[in-house]
């Protein structure tokens, strides 16, 4: 990349590379120092329990250990993946993130956009602190009142009934179920993604406002050319990171609430698992899967990051 | 406060701009009353009688207010034991937190570093692979930190994605301080010590909340590298409390290990105990996400 | 070994400086034979476990042994004990279910029994000796844990209950047979619009597991008595009729609407406040519905049906098992103290051991009247106050099936039952329709990965069919061609492989 001084090898003979290579190093001694530690973190806590990815390719065995398992090469990549019901998982897993990513990503925006026009400080101050409360209750208790108010007495449909319709045993059918899943998913959570885009909002310089509002600029101009330009980095970040955990949903939270009548779409590849898992001990096997998520998360980071980088100067690397 | 954001936005009010602030606020009203009254039916379930609760009486008022679930549930000794260790991996393991993705996130935040591009990939790859628990346990296990304080609080010790977030935020600084500072001699340590941290602060406060609120969330870790009742945290002795056993009774007709459930002004009070110590951490926070910190650090 | 260098490295740059004692210290003053020894169960949250109960302490004074208690909360006990097998980080005593054992029996991690129990345990393998399906739960031949045995326990059972009261107010009768039990509820319906009188948890396989085989064909692979072999119920086309059933309950509002979705809090709560009539489950949870209930309604109560007759004519329903065969402690083959173990398993299978392990101390807890042990009216009265007075006792003092205990007595639960649960007992215990369930058989390494496979593809069809069938999203024609595909999914492999490894611990 153009910002790496390493990147640009004028003169290509081997003593120069060093030196340049050295000076490089001596410039930037200070930051590498700063990141040792970091660096040290992932390397023990991160790189040395990688190596544990190959049981995906072997037949674990406790009694032999990691290394003594059996090789058995793509196995367990090819059971998985000549599986039909396979694709059925991954098919709903990725259509729950994608409506998790469509439907859920603006909301905290917008909730962070609306707080910072509000004019009464403790009114905002009140509507922010009660927005974020649904995120510290437990997804087992959050299960719990879905299923309650979506019940066939549940307030929802009390107030059907009430209007002159008819009880609808709404978590029975398929249809519905990613639809209670995100709007579920975004109670739980705007408010407290929303807090993310306070933090960045509050670094836009008061003295563009100040500026715009000389220019005669009204409320919503400065919302579109300040305010949200101002965030527009935190949230391609944010973005370009969801894409990553494409692959990866609410799982317990699906588990709590899908029955065999809405499998069709709500069995998710982790839900698989985990009842695979429960049958018995299938480490490998749930390894393997684990690798395919990780893979398919890492490609759509990788393509993000490049469209990103290519639509606007904001990237991961 | 009257920031001079305020008071510009209360001298152009216009009919679209009044109708603007009405609807907003109803919007937000209606965002209140969602997000609240799931809370409030925990807190009432919680104080009133659990026959009343059983009957189905309770939903919108207490009744039969009483204490008593409280009363059993605090003089609890495990409870209060496990609510003091929640707050110190809390307290201990943010700190950790805070300091090291500091460190992650400002060389990465910088585009002239030269081992940038390589390093941001190294933190990436592992959002994406994992070993798997029986990898880490074994490490954790070889380092002798299992049932120790030390496994909960080092190894959720940077949060790659917080770390992306409070790298972009690095980045939206302004550079006018830094570069006077790099002509001043001032080397890279002393530039994030002295200018970048003190500037930080909203994100700081942010992360501080956000890496809190996920240690004092976490049973998982607990649950697996501890063993010893007297350190667990609270959020395990709540799950304990609020997930029903299943594994047992998958075993078919023959395991008879039915029970009834714990009554429910009981485990709504475990809830409402585990959560008010971490609520009451924000307040202390939302200054900092106020505008105008920024400019008076820039005139200070 | 990297690892080590590591761990070198981290600790200097980390951790230096905040030494914090991580390690057990060596009890060298309480003399050289006391040893620790680790205990991990799951523990469930109306029985806490406190390691200096009484039992506990009169373990340490009668065997010199330190337990050392790992409590893991139930909900996510299997995923600790996943963990621990898969890296063979054994505590020395474990209880397991025989699941976890299987999966986990060609691991070399857990000690052989059948040697060290016969010589070193002799009255806990006379025990175990006398009970014919003790070695079912044997793997290959090998006891791998000690399962868990009852001097003493009424039996119970997923039975049938119904408001009682509610049938005398109508004039109607206790129903004789499922159509008769329709009836009733459907009566129960029209009578009470808003309720919803035959409820459920934990989904439909809760559902048809506990009323199917009643019904004339049981739900998934089963023990069938008058066929002497193990049947996959739902493929056969006698299931349909069981489904058409629910079909036409959940249709006129008898079943339930929210039978597929209800937890167990939300069951209790619809059973307690009277808004659902009638459920297949648990009889004992009945008297907390039934005291809850007589605060509105003062002569409330739920009453156990007695077995009813199905379209086959015949009557049938299963008990709990008598023993807790299918959950039990192993030992870690690595553990340092087998020798010890097996003298502490010796004294809590027979004589004070097991009087300590169930009652507490003589004179302290309880005391004899008449020759039979009875616990001590001070020490009850303690605990009668309690939301869950039995268990509240049992974990004070430490007793019992939740804590640590080989053999059983399960007559301390009884104490704080009112008269009508006597009555319940009594009525399902004289039925001689009420049947002991039959242990499924051991299986081999090969049966077992290949069940596993099986179980999972042949659920991923059922699971939605059966949901579809009874709340009408599919068809009751689609029947046959849905059990065809459950078929060639290996419906009838599972009955097969269940059928074989019967045959084969029947030879040996």
Same mark, same amino acid.
């Given at each position: 990349?153009?910002?790496?001084?390493?990147?640009?090898?004028?003169?290509?003979?081997?003593?120069?590379?060093?030196?340049?290579?050295?000076?490089?190093?001596?410039?930037?001694?200070?930051?590498?120092?700063?990141?040792?530690?970091?660096?040290?973190?992932?390397?023990?806590?991160?790189?040395?329990?990688?190596?544990?990815?190959?049981?995906?390719?072997?037949?674990?065995?406790?009694?032999?250990?990691?290394?003594?398992?059996?090789?058995?090469?793509?196995?367990?990549?090819?059971?998985?993946?000549?599986?039909?019901?396979?694709?059925?998982?991954?098919?709903?897993?990725?259509?729950?993130?994608?409506?998790?990513?469509?439907?859920?990503?603006?909301?905290?925006?917008?909730?962070?956009?609306?707080?910072?026009?509000?004019?009464?400080?403790?009114?905002?101050?009140?509507?922010?602190?009660?927005?974020?409360?649904?995120?510290?209750?437990?997804?087992?208790?959050?299960?719990?009142?879905?299923?309650?108010?979506?019940?066939?007495?549940?307030?929802?449909?009390?107030?059907?009934?009430?209007?002159?319709?008819?009880?609808?045993?709404?978590?029975?059918?398929?249809?519905?179920?990613?639809?209670?899943?995100?709007?579920?998913?975004?109670?739980?959570?705007?408010?407290?993604?929303?807090?993310?885009?306070?933090?960045?909002?509050?670094?836009?310089?008061?003295?563009?406002?100040?500026?715009?509002?000389?220019?005669?600029?009204?409320?919503?101009?400065?919302?579109?050319?300040?305010?949200?330009?101002?965030?527009?980095?935190?949230?391609?970040?944010?973005?370009?990171?969801?894409?990553?955990?494409?692959?990866?949903?609410?799982?317990?939270?699906?588990?709590?609430?899908?029955?065999?009548?809405?499998?069709?779409?709500?069995?998710?590849?982790?839900?698989?698992?985990?009842?695979?898992?429960?049958?018995?001990?299938?480490?490998?096997?749930?390894?393997?899967?684990?690798?395919?998520?990780?893979?398919?998360?890492?490609?759509?980071?990788?393509?993000?990051?490049?469209?990103?980088?290519?639509?606007?100067?904001?990237?991961?690397? | 406060?009257?920031?001079?954001?305020?008071?510009?936005?209360?001298?152009?009010?216009?009919?679209?701009?009044?109708?603007?602030?009405?609807?907003?606020?109803?919007?937000?009203?209606?965002?209140?009353?969602?997000?609240?009254?799931?809370?409030?039916?925990?807190?009432?379930?919680?104080?009133?009688?659990?026959?009343?609760?059983?009957?189905?009486?309770?939903?919108?008022?207490?009744?039969?207010?009483?204490?008593?679930?409280?009363?059993?549930?605090?003089?609890?000794?495990?409870?209060?034991?496990?609510?003091?260790?929640?707050?110190?991996?809390?307290?201990?393991?943010?700190?950790?937190?805070?300091?090291?993705?500091?460190?992650?996130?400002?060389?990465?935040?910088?585009?002239?570093?030269?081992?940038?591009?390589? %390093?941001?990939?190294? &933190?990436?790859?592992?959002?994406? +692979?994992?070993?798997? $628990? !029986?990898? #880490?346990?074994?490490?954790?296990?070889?380092?002798?930190?299992?049932?120790?304080?030390?496994?909960?609080?080092?190894?959720?010790?940077?949060?790659?994605?917080?770390?992306?977030?409070?790298?972009?935020?690095?980045?939206?600084?302004?550079?006018?301080?830094?570069?006077?500072?790099?002509?001043?001699?001032?080397?890279?340590?002393?530039?994030?010590?002295?200018?970048?941290?003190?500037?930080?602060?909203?994100?700081?406060?942010?992360?501080? %909340?956000?890496?809190? &609120?996920?240690?004092?969330?976490? +049973?998982?870790?607990? $649950? !697996?590298? #501890?063993?010893?009742?007297?350190?667990?945290?609270?959020?395990?002795?709540?799950?304990?409390?609020?997930?029903?056993?299943?594994?047992?009774?998958?075993?078919?007709?023959?395991?008879?290990?039915?029970?009834?459930?714990?009554?429910?002004?009981?485990?709504?009070?475990?809830?409402?105990?585990?959560?008010?110590?971490?609520?009451?951490?924000?307040?202390?926070?939302?200054?900092?996400?106020?505008?105008?910190?920024?400019?008076?650090?820039?005139?200070? | 070994?990297?690892?080590?260098?590591?761990?070198?490295?981290?600790?200097?740059?980390?951790?230096?400086?905040?030494?914090?004692?991580?390690?057990?210290?060596?009890?060298?003053?309480?003399?050289?034979?006391?040893?620790?020894?680790?205990?991990?169960?799951?523990?469930?949250?109306?029985?806490?476990?406190?390691?200096?109960?009484?039992?506990?302490?009169?373990?340490?004074?009668?065997?010199?042994?330190?337990?050392?208690?790992?409590?893991?909360?139930?909900?996510?006990?299997?995923?600790?004990?996943?963990?621990?097998?898969?890296?063979?980080?054994?505590?020395?005593?474990?209880?397991?279910?025989?699941?976890?054992?299987?999966?986990?029996?060609?691991?070399?991690?857990?000690?052989?029994?059948?040697?060290?129990?016969?010589?070193?345990?002799?009255?806990?393998?006379?025990?175990?000796?006398?009970?014919?399906?003790?070695?079912?739960?044997?793997?290959?031949?090998?006891?791998?844990?000690?399962?868990?045995?009852?001097?003493?326990?009424?039996?119970?059972?997923?039975?049938?209950?119904?408001?009682?009261?509610?049938?005398?107010?109508?004039?109607?009768?206790?129903?004789?047979?499922?159509?008769?039990?329709?009836?009733?509820?459907?009566?129960?319906?029209?009578?009470?619009?808003?309720?919803?009188?035959?409820?459920?948890?934990?989904?439909?396989?809760?559902?048809?597991?506990?009323?199917?085989?009643?019904?004339?064909?049981?739900?998934?692979?089963?023990?069938?008595?008058?066929?002497?072999?193990?049947?996959?119920?739902?493929?056969?086309?006698?299931?349909?009729?069981?489904?058409?059933?629910?079909?036409?309950?959940?249709?006129?509002?008898?079943?339930?609407?929210?039978?597929?979705?209800?937890?167990?809090?939300?069951?209790?709560?619809?059973?307690?406040?009277?808004?659902?009539?009638?459920?297949?489950?648990?009889?004992?949870?009945?008297?907390?519905?039934?005291?809850?209930?007589?605060?509105?309604?003062?002569?409330?109560?739920?009453?156990?049906?007695?077995?009813?007759?199905?379209?086959?004519?015949?009557?049938?329903?299963?008990?709990?098992?008598?023993?807790?065969?299918?959950?039990?402690?192993?030992?870690?083959?690595?553990?340092?103290?087998?020798?010890?173990?097996?003298?502490?398993?010796?004294?809590?299978?027979?004589?004070?051991?097991?009087?300590?392990?169930?009652?507490?101390?003589?004179?302290?807890?309880?005391?004899?009247?008449?020759?039979?042990?009875?616990?001590?009216?001070?020490?009850?009265?303690?605990?009668?106050?309690?939301?869950?007075?039995?268990?509240?006792?049992?974990?004070?003092?430490?007793?019992?099936?939740?804590?640590?205990?080989?053999?059983?007595?399960?007559?301390?639960?009884?104490?704080?039952?009112?008269?009508?649960?006597?009555?319940?007992?009594?009525?399902?215990?004289?039925?001689?329709?009420?049947?002991?369930?039959?242990?499924?058989?051991?299986?081999?390494?090969?049966?077992?990965?290949?069940?596993?496979?099986?179980?999972?593809?042949?659920?991923?069809?059922?699971?939605?069919?059966?949901?579809?069938?009874?709340?009408?999203?599919?068809?009751?024609?689609?029947?046959?061609?849905?059990?065809?595909?459950?078929?060639?999914?290996?419906?009838?492999?599972?009955?097969?492989?269940?059928?074989?490894?019967?045959?084969?611990?029947?030879?040996?």
């Amino acid at each position: 990349m153009a910002d790496l001084p390493a990147a640009k090898p004028l003169s290509p003979a081997r003593p120069g590379t060093l030196q340049r290579a050295g000076r490089v190093l001596r410039k930037d001694r200070y930051l590498y120092l700063i990141f040792l530690l970091p660096f040290l973190y992932f390397l023990v806590f991160h790189y040395l329990p990688i190596y544990g990815v190959i049981i995906a390719f072997k037949n674990y065995k406790v009694a032999f250990g990691i290394w003594g398992s059996k090789w058995v090469g793509l196995q367990y990549f090819i059971e998985f993946l000549t599986d039909p019901y396979a694709w059925k998982l991954i098919r709903n897993t990725m259509l729950l993130s994608f409506y998790s990513i469509v439907f859920g990503f603006p909301i905290p925006i917008i909730l962070a956009l609306l707080l910072n026009e509000l004019q009464i400080s403790w009114f905002k101050r009140v509507v922010q602190t009660v927005s974020y409360l649904p995120h510290f209750i437990s997804v087992v208790v959050v299960a719990g009142m879905v299923v309650n108010f979506l019940s066939s007495d549940g307030l929802v449909n009390r107030i059907i009934v009430a209007l002159g319709g008819e009880s609808f045993p709404w978590l029975m059918q398929p249809r519905w179920f990613p639809g209670i899943y995100v709007i579920s998913g975004i109670w739980q959570h705007a408010g407290w993604s929303s807090i993310i885009y306070l933090a960045a909002l509050s670094a836009i310089d008061p003295e563009l406002y100040e500026a715009a509002t000389i220019d005669g600029a009204g409320r919503f101009q400065k919302m579109r050319h300040i305010t949200l330009p101002g965030i527009a980095p935190t949230i391609t970040i944010l973005l370009i990171l969801d894409l990553g955990r494409i692959m990866s949903v609410g799982w317990e939270k699906i588990l709590l609430l899908y029955t065999g009548a809405t499998y069709e779409t709500a069995d998710v590849l982790q839900t698989y698992i985990y009842r695979r898992g429960l049958e018995g001990a299938d480490f490998s096997y749930a390894t393997a899967v684990g690798v395919f998520q990780g893979l398919v998360g890492l490609a759509f980071v990788i393509g993000a990051n490049y469209l990103s980088r290519r639509l606007s100067d904001t990237s991961l690397w | 406060m009257v920031t001079p954001r305020l008071r510009t936005a209360f001298s152009d009010r216009s009919l679209g701009s009044y109708s603007f602030d009405l609807i907003n606020m109803a919007l937000l009203l209606a965002v209140i009353f969602i997000t609240l009254y799931p809370m409030y039916y925990i807190a009432i379930v919680s104080f009133s009688d659990g026959k009343e609760v059983l009957l189905g009486r309770v939903r919108f008022w207490p009744r039969g207010i009483n204490l008593q679930s409280y009363q059993m549930v605090l003089r609890d000794d495990t409870v209060i034991r496990s609510l003091f260790n929640s707050i110190l991996y809390t307290s201990v393991g943010t700190a950790i937190n805070l300091v090291l993705s500091t460190l992650c996130a400002y060389p990465l935040s910088r585009r002239d570093f030269s081992g940038r591009k390589w %390093l941001t990939l190294y &933190v990436a790859i592992t959002m994406f +692979f994992q070993g798997g $628990l !029986i990898p #880490l346990y074994l490490v954790v296990l070889q380092l002798g930190l299992l049932d120790t304080m030390w496994a909960i609080v080092l190894v959720p010790g940077i949060n790659a994605f917080y770390m992306f977030i409070m790298r972009t935020y690095f980045q939206g600084q302004p550079t006018a301080l830094h570069e006077a500072a790099i002509i001043d001699g001032a080397n890279d340590i002393q530039i994030l010590a002295r200018i970048v941290v003190p500037l930080a602060k909203p994100i700081m406060a942010t992360m501080l %909340l956000f890496y809190a &609120v996920q240690h004092w969330n976490s +049973f998982f870790h607990a $649950l !697996i590298f #501890l063993t010893e009742k007297a350190r667990y945290p609270l959020q395990l002795i709540l799950r304990s409390v609020v997930v029903e056993s299943t594994f047992e009774q998958m075993n078919d007709i023959g395991a008879a290990t039915d029970f009834m459930v714990l009554e429910k002004t009981i485990r709504f009070s475990v809830i409402m105990v585990s959560t008010l110590p971490i609520l009451l951490v924000y307040p202390f926070l939302q200054k900092y996400f106020v505008k105008g910190v920024m400019i008076g650090a820039l005139k200070g | 070994m990297r690892i080590s260098w590591f761990a070198a490295g981290l600790a200097l740059l980390l951790v230096s400086g905040m030494a914090w004692s991580a390690g057990e210290e060596e009890e060298g003053a309480a003399g050289a034979e006391r040893v620790t020894i680790t205990y991990m169960r799951s523990e469930h949250p109306s029985s806490p476990i406190d390691p200096e109960a009484p039992v506990y302490q009169a373990i340490r004074e009668h065997n010199n042994i330190d337990l050392k208690i790992e409590a893991i909360p139930g909900g996510d006990f299997n995923a600790k004990v996943q963990l621990l097998l898969g890296t063979a980080q054994l505590p020395d005593i474990m209880r397991l279910t025989q699941r976890q054992v299987n999966d986990f029996a060609d691991a070399g991690v857990f000690l052989p029994l059948n040697d060290p129990v016969q010589t070193q345990a002799p009255a806990l393998w006379a025990k175990i000796a006398a009970i014919s399906d003790a070695k079912k739960t044997f793997v290959d031949g090998t006891m791998y844990y000690v399962p868990q045995l009852n001097s003493f326990k009424l039996l119970n059972g997923p039975v049938p209950n119904i408001r009682r009261d509610l049938l005398n107010d109508l004039g109607l009768e206790m129903p004789d047979n499922f159509e008769e039990l329709f009836e009733v509820l459907a009566t129960f319906k029209r009578e009470f619009p808003d309720s919803q009188p035959w409820t459920n948890r934990s989904g439909t396989r809760n559902l048809l597991n506990r009323s199917a085989f009643p019904m004339g064909i049981g739900w998934s692979i089963h023990w069938v008595p008058s066929e002497d072999r193990w049947v996959y119920g739902t493929v056969k086309p006698e299931f349909r009729s069981v489904l058409e059933y629910f079909r036409r309950a959940y249709e006129e509002g008898v079943l339930d609407p929210d039978f597929a979705i209800n937890s167990s809090s939300q069951w209790h709560e619809k059973l307690g406040s009277g808004k659902s009539l009638f459920y297949y489950d648990n009889m004992t949870f009945a008297l907390n519905y039934t005291l809850s209930l007589r605060q509105v309604k003062p002569d409330a109560v739920f009453w156990p049906v007695p077995v009813m007759e199905n379209q086959y004519g015949e009557r049938r329903n299963y008990f709990y098992s008598k023993h807790w065969l299918t959950s039990g402690f192993i030992v870690s083959a690595a553990s340092e103290h087998h020798d010890r173990i097996m003298s502490l398993f010796n004294w809590m299978a027979d004589g004070d051991g097991e009087i300590i392990t169930n009652w507490g101390n003589e004179g302290e807890h309880w005391h004899r009247v008449d020759g039979e042990i009875e616990a001590l009216p001070s020490v009850l009265d303690t605990y009668r106050d309690a939301s869950d007075p039995q268990r509240a006792m049992r974990a004070a003092l430490g007793t019992g099936l939740l804590q640590f205990a080989l053999i059983v007595d399960q007559k301390p639960i009884y104490y704080y039952d009112p008269p009508e649960v006597s009555d319940w007992y009594a009525q399902i215990n004289s039925d001689p329709n009420m049947i002991l369930p039959v242990l499924p058989p051991p299986f081999n390494e090969e049966e077992r990965e290949r069940l596993k496979r099986l179980i999972t593809d042949v659920d991923n069809i059922l699971n939605p069919a059966l949901d579809g069938f009874i709340i009408g999203t599919l068809p009751m024609e689609d029947f046959d061609s849905v059990m065809q595909q459950a078929i060639e999914a290996g419906a009838l492999e599972i009955e097969e492989i269940y059928n074989a490894a019967e045959a084969r611990t029947r030879q040996s």
